[in-house]
T-cell receptor, first 113, second 111 residues
Framework: EAQVTQNPRYLITVTGKKLTVTCSQN?????MSWYRQDPGLGLRQIYY???????DKGDVPEGYKVSRKEKRNFPLILESPSPNQTSLYFC????????????FGPGTRLTVL | GDSVTQMEGPVTLSEEAFLTINCTYT??????LFWYVQYPGEGLQLLLK?????DKGSNKGFEATYRKETTSFHLEKGSVQVSDSAVYFC??????????FGKGTKLSVKP
């Protein structure tokens, strides 16, 4: 089944404790992206990747890191999480470009205390 | 820059009512336009899309027509069901090769 998977689905952590949210797609897509969803703000792009070893900042990259060592994986790293990073996070992928149809993962709900 | 504006919610309708969710956009060129739907507790999924002017996207009884002259892509459904309760996002394919989303409209359908 073609899909985007994210882990964990739920995470409660404390300020400053490094964490990684994994994202994997099995559709051989070139483009991958991370978004955060907050009430009243819709979806905002954090980082995206056009292909392996190519990543770039989205609209709200501060406090986040990403890597794209393999085509299928695009982990999101919070090196020192803060409470304002409490949010719902989505990973997405598309065949070539971000302006194509994007396929979304189920989301990761992160709470930083 | 590119942007999407959609009507604020929440929208509450009775079952079998007619639905319209307005969406207008600002963009250079002729972007692809999308409606995504997010059911409770799930990620977004594509509902329909249109890639050029006057195209009509349709799926699951929902329709939207790409109107270049009014820069609009309004979502409509003739008879909503309780199962249509969700958050609906209008989006466009931006000139930077990204998707630009509206803020979402929450729809609640009452039996």
């Amino acid at each position: 089944e073609a899909q985007v998977t994210q882990n964990p689905r739920y995470l409660i952590t404390v300020t400053g404790k490094k964490l990684t949210v994994t994202c994997s797609q099995n559709m051989n897509h070139e483009y991958m992206s991370w978004y955060r969803q907050d009430p009243g703000l819709g979806l905002r792009q954090i980082y995206y990747s056009m292909n392996v070893e190519v990543t770039d900042k989205g609209d709200v990259p501060e406090g986040y890191k990403v890597s794209r060592k393999e085509k299928r994986n695009f982990p999101l790293i919070l090196e020192s999480p803060s409470p304002n990073q409490t949010s719902l996070y989505f990973c997405a992928s598309s065949l070539r470009s971000g302006s194509d149809e994007q396929f979304f993962g189920p989301g990761t709900r992160l709470t930083v205390l | 820059g590119d942007s999407v504006t959609q009507m604020e919610g929440p929208v509450t309708l009775s079952e079998e009512a007619f639905l319209t969710i307005n969406c207008t956009y600002t963009a250079t060129g002729y972007p692809s336009l999308f409606w995504y739907v997010q059911y409770p507790g799930e990620g977004l999924q594509l509902l329909l899309k249109a890639t050029k002017a006057d195209d009509k996207g349709s799926n699951k009884g929902f329709e939207a027509t790409y109107r270049k002259e009014t820069t609009s892509f309004h979502l409509e459904k003739g008879s909503v069901q309780v199962s249509d309760s969700a958050v609906y996002f209008c989006a466009l394919g931006g000139s930077q090769g990204n998707l630009i989303f509206g803020k979402g409209t929450k729809l609640s359908v009452k039996p």
